[in-house]
């Protein structure tokens, strides 16, 4: 069994995208750390609709929405 190192939470919007666009900074460092074994979570008040334009850009392990 692998043993998780880390959970990342990380905002969508002025975080993860700025203006609508995710750089490809932001998505090499999310493909590292799930690499490595670490979680990656989108933490965002956006609803599951709204997250349309930003799931099939990036690979994430889950999200909590509407927060």
Do not use: H, W
Request: with cysteine; hydrophobic share 40%; charged share 20%.
């Amino acid at each position: 069994m692998n043993k998780l190192s880390n959970i990342f939470l990380f905002d969508v919007d002025g975080t993860l995208s700025v203006n609508g666009i995710i750089p490809k900074s932001a998505k090499d460092t999310l493909k590292y750390l799930r690499a490595k074994g670490d979680l990656v979570l989108l933490c965002t008040g956006r609803c599951l609709a709204q997250l349309g334009d930003v799931l099939p850009e990036i690979d994430v392990d889950g999200y909590i929405i509407n927060n």
